[in-house]
């Protein structure tokens, strides 16, 4: 099984590499919902936060991280949000765990 993230881990498609390592890659959304959207995933293959299991869990501290210096980086330290979808009902579209920093402008209504 592969995913389109894994295809930019792989460099079978390019994106803008922001951060690597051996667990996880940060990107450039494509589509970017915020003047900063950016996409923190995991290397493994995880199809969401509910199939995460206790053995991969230590990779949640590191993701918040992660996410604290790509906020400060970017600017966004005293605004951003930080989302997951999981499964297509919650708008989850690529089934490879990922986690959604956006800011830069004012963020709407958590719901959607
Ligand atoms: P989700 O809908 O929560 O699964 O998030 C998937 C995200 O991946 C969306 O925000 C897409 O805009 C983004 N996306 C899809 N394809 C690419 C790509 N090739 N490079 C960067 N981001 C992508």
Redesign the pocket.
Known sequence: MTT?FKK?IERD?S?EILYEDDDIIC?H???PQAPIHI?IITKKIIPNIQELKVEDMHLLPKIFAKAQELASQFGVQDGYRILT?NGPSA????LHL?F?LLGGKVLGGKGG
């Open positions: 389109i930019i498609i994106a990107i959304d494509k589509f996409l979808n708008g989850q579209t690529v990922h959604h």
